[in-house]
């Protein structure tokens, strides 16, 4: 049963018509087209739409007196050129300094080293602060290790050791 459908199926067949690939995909995608024909004619419309703007805006310009401009100038006529007044009647025209990408990145990194460096000299002074401090302990444990020949604590250095420390509380 099969066979006879596939060959039926091949004789109702036109050829080995060939076509080519643009063909194939107009006309599997219709919608497609129609979706990039409406683009293009939105593109155009609004092309001339700001066509006859522009227009309009030289003709204003050229009635007040003014000379339009044209591209890019129109839009920052003021801030893209700096007017020297120093210059004769031909007004020499200096162009403004691109603004540095890096700048906020240079800031805040020489932020960052100044904050860096203020940490190590606290760091270093504390340092310096704890070795002072153990010194000291030091020396008093030294002072309050001392013994007399029968083993008993040097009663001077003790002594000392209480003076200090009512002097310390009186003065906090």
Do not use: C
């Not at 060939?18 to 593109?43: C, D, M, N, P, W």
């Amino acid at each position: 049963m099969t066979l006879s459908k596939q060959s039926s199926g091949s004789k109702n067949r036109q050829g080995n018509t060939v076509i080519s690939l643009t063909k194939f995909a107009h006309a599997k995608s219709r919608g497609t087209r129609r979706a990039i024909e409406k683009y293009r004619q939105k593109k155009q419309s609004k092309f001339n739409y700001n066509a006859g703007l522009l227009r309009e805006y030289k003709k204003v310009m050229k009635n007040e007196g003014y000379e339009a401009g044209k591209g890019a100038s129109r839009k920052r006529q003021d801030t893209d050129v700096i007017v020297n007044e120093d210059a004769a009647a031909g007004a020499v025209k200096e162009k403004r300094k691109k603004a540095d990408p890096f700048a906020k990145a240079r800031q805040q990194a020489e932020k960052s080293k100044l904050e860096k460096a203020q940490r190590e000299e606290d760091l270093k002074q504390r340092l310096k602060e704890n070795e002072l401090k153990e010194k000291q302990n030091k020396l008093k444990a030294r002072k309050m290790a001392q013994r007399t020949k029968k083993g008993q604590p040097i009663m001077k250095n003790v002594v000392e050791d209480l003076l200090d420390k009512i002097k310390s509380s009186v003065d906090k």
